[in-house]
């Protein structure tokens, strides 16, 4: 199993958006970052975890978990001219951006401040705290998933 951090704005789509979705499930797609979309592409599986991360907000930080529950598909949104997402570059018959649907599993009960995420050592290496660090889908580490954990349950 992998695990990741996805970013999203909470004015755009949150933690409670998610969880209010039809089988608490959407697509996680407008990524338009080549890095980000091979993450998809190249590694991320069904059932793979990952925290749901508010940014651009007053207090950015994890807010739950979600889990990855379909495979790497086209995102129709690249080929919608209708769409903010829209790339006339990108071809149906080739498509060059993807999107994966992901599940809520749980809120938590308190943020996980990005603040306490950079003061904390063991996660000073985690993607996310790296300096110029700003993909929206991010991997995590097993080491580090289970100390973002033990926060959660202090």
């Known amino acids: 199993m992998n695990y990741w951090l996805m970013k999203s704005e909470p004015d755009e789509f949150s933690i409670d958006d998610l969880k209010a979705c039809p089988n608490q499930t959407e697509a996680w797609f407008g990524i338009r970052n080549y890095q980000a979309r091979n993450f998809m592409r190249d590694a ?21 978990i979600a889990e990855v529950v379909t495979q790497a598909y086209p995102d129709s949104s690249a080929f919608d001219p209708d769409s903010k997402y829209f790339d006339p570059k990108s071809d149906p018959t080739k498509p060059r951006w993807l999107r994966v649907d992901i599940r809520f599993v749980e809120k938590f009960n308190d943020i996980i401040p990005l603040s306490l995420i950079k003061s904390l050592p063991q996660l000073s290496d985690m993607y996310l705290v790296s300096k110029g660090s700003r993909l929206s889908i991010q991997p995590v580490t097993a080491e580090q998933w289970q100390a973002v954990l033990m926060l959660t349950r202090q």
């Open 44 to 64: 991320m599986k069904i059932g793979d975890k990952v925290f749901f991360y508010h940014s651009s907000c007053k207090v950015p930080g994890i807010v739950g």
